[in-house]
């Protein structure tokens, strides 16, 4: 859930950090902190964002240096619990993403042995038992420490009087960028970006020492080797690009994101051999994923007959899996841990695994026997929106190849109306939206987890609170939450379910709740039910699918900005969600 930076080199490793942090403040934006060498260590800690005090740090000297931004797990967001952590004598420096999950007990150790700790947090065990192991050597004291961590965790570590970085790898993703006489780390490539293209993505278990003159790896105590990958995604993907918030940025990068995305999965004959060969799918998969992966189902189903369910990662554990299964883990960033965790077990199990995943290298391709990726390029905003539909756009070319190009019209279709639905007025709708108590947000078949996918991108970024039903579900229980004061946003596009969809809306009309209902343009019945109407051009169900999801991100990306939101970093959450 946090980000982490480390930088070796010739240049003053506080701006290379701080600049590094800024890439990665989707992951965590509670507090940020420093450490450098110059030749002490010196270390700055704030509360709050990293882009709200970014000159604040760059008084630290030094060309070696770790920084890290915080998303709170253990202890209030403050500058006492933000990274880095520094042992007693304050002479080494810690930064760390993931959880120690044993570290109560090694703090009672720690305090019974005399160690006075300043922190709420799990990570300060970690430089106080660095402390205790370190006789000159930082490489041999960590690597003497690490088997007593339970958990996750990527760490960079600094000890005065040592010119180097020691970086380590469990169940968190790390990455080393190569430059020209200086090296960078980061919890993802982004930071990487400035300084080169060639990286090194940690294995697990992997530990590095890194000087300016070149890093050794260790694992399991025996010198190993990795591979230079050469990094994809380029320096623009990931600046705004002239747009407010990188949330508009990635809407309108969706043509692009979709047809590539198309193009990814044509070639990957082999993964869909095994696709086509199972008997049983079970998809895991966390919030937008899981949504994607609702519509996924419901198109093998329907489609390639093939039984299909979707469990959440985080809900796999208590569902046993038939050894023929093959289990699909979806995941944009590849570092979402209930899902690695689902896919872990299922290999287990002996079930066969196949990742969806956005980031090359990330730590589920690792996991999976097979990898599709979406190639959707960057997405920088904590709410998903492009990555959302590029997973659907690999689910709709997944059943086409699997169904003899079924589907070839309708994705040519879609591809042609995406940039014509991009600049749709929501002026009305949001007048609606932005000072209800709460909305309720229907749809049947493929368009409910639309519907979920809409209601959870407006409650991810607006604070309303919204709920996404399958518009059957309405009389059993929501019906009562409906009022003037609670809006529907009803999915109203598809042909087969428009007349029971008709009657749904005319019973929430009689109870005066208000609806804002998307549906086929120029039609006067539904005119007539709604108060307002965002008429879609006359597509085929798959094609409304997508230009209907790209309505709901549109609705709250204004909602959310009507009310003043911080749209790309909203309250408590983030980006990558990398702890179960």
């Not at 390639?304 to 995941?331: A, M, N, Q, W």
Request: aromatic residues 8%; glycine residues 8%.
């Amino acid at each position: 859930m946090c980000g982490i930076v480390g930088y070796i080199g010739y240049r003053e490793a506080a701006e290379v950090c701080t600049s590094g942090l800024l890439r990665l403040e989707y992951r965590g934006y509670d507090s940020y902190g420093l450490a450098t060498l110059s030749p002490s260590l010196s270390s700055y800690k704030h509360l709050g964002k990293i882009s709200e005090s970014a000159e604040s740090a760059k008084h630290l000297k030094g060309t070696v240096g770790i920084g890290h931004t915080r998303w709170a797990t253990h202890g209030v967001p403050s500058e006492t619990n933000a990274h880095p952590h520094l042992d007693e004598k304050m002479k080494i420096a810690v930064v760390h993403n993931g959880i120690i999950e044993n570290y109560a007990d090694l703090r009672r150790g720690l305090e019974d042995r005399g160690v006075v700790f300043t922190s709420q947090t799990d990570t300060e065990v970690i430089p106080h038992l660095i402390a205790e192991k370190y006789a000159g050597n930082l490489f041999a004291a960590v690597s003497s420490i690490l088997p007593l961590l339970e958990g996750s965790y990527a760490l960079l570590i600094l000890a005065e009087g040592e010119e180097k970085v020691i970086a380590a790898r469990h169940g968190s993703p790390l990455v080393l960028g190569i430059g020209d006489g200086e090296f960078i780390l980061g919890s993802d490539a982004l930071p990487l970006l400035d300084y080169t293209r060639k990286a090194v993505y940690f294995e697990e278990g992997d530990v590095m020492e890194i000087t300016k003159n070149g890093f050794t790896i260790h694992n399991a105590g025996l010198p190993v080797s990795r591979g230079v990958t050469e990094i994809e995604w380029s320096l623009e993907e990931v600046k705004k690009g002239g747009f407010r918030h990188f949330m508009l940025k990635e809407i309108f990068e969706q043509p692009e994101a979709f047809a590539h995305t198309l193009s990814s999965i044509k070639r990957c004959t082999n993964e869909m051999d095994l696709i086509k060969n199972a008997h049983f799918i079970t998809v895991v998969a966390c919030g937008t994923s899981a949504n994607a992966s609702l519509v996924f189902s419901y198109l093998m189903e329907s489609i390639c007959h093939i039984p299909t369910r979707v469990v959440l990662g985080s809900e796999f554990k208590y569902f046993p899996t038939p050894h023929t299964d093959l289990v699909i883990g979806v995941s944009q960033s590849g570092e979402t841990a209930d899902t690695i965790s689902a896919l872990k077990l299922a290999k287990s199990l002996g079930a066969q695994t196949l990742a969806i995943t956005n980031v090359l290298g990330s730590s589920i391709t690792r996991v999976a026997s097979s990898v599709l990726y979406t190639r959707a390029g960057p997405e920088m905003s904590v709410a998903a929106t492009k990555s959302f539909l590029s997973q659907v756009a690999a689910f709709m070319q997944i059943v086409n190849l699997l169904s003899d190009h079924q589907l070839d019209r309708e994705l040519t279709e879609i591809q042609r109306y995406i940039p014509e639905i991009l600049n749709t007025d929501m002026s009305d709708a949001v007048k609606l939206c932005k000072d209800a108590s709460s909305l309720l947000y229907i749809g049947r078949g493929m368009f409910y987890p639309v519907a979920m996918e809409g209601a959870l991108k407006m409650k991810e970024i607006s604070y309303i609170h919204a709920e996404g039903y399958a518009a059957g579900e309405l009389k059993h229980g929501p019906f009562a939450l409906l009022s003037p004061e609670t809006p529907v946003i009803a999915m109203c596009v598809s042909s087969t379910v428009y007349p029971v969809m008709m009657s749904n809306l005319k019973e929430i009309k009689a109870r005066s709740a208000p609806i804002i209902a998307i549906g086929k343009d120029c039609d006067k019945d539904l005119e007539d039910v709604a108060d307002v109407c965002i008429p879609l051009p006359a597509v085929s169900e798959y094609g409304s699918v997508i230009l209907s999801s790209i309505i709901l991100q549109l609705l709250a990306y204004h909602t959310a900005v009507s009310l003043g939101r911080d749209v790309d970093m909203p309250r408590n959450l983030a980006k990558s969600v990398t702890v179960e």
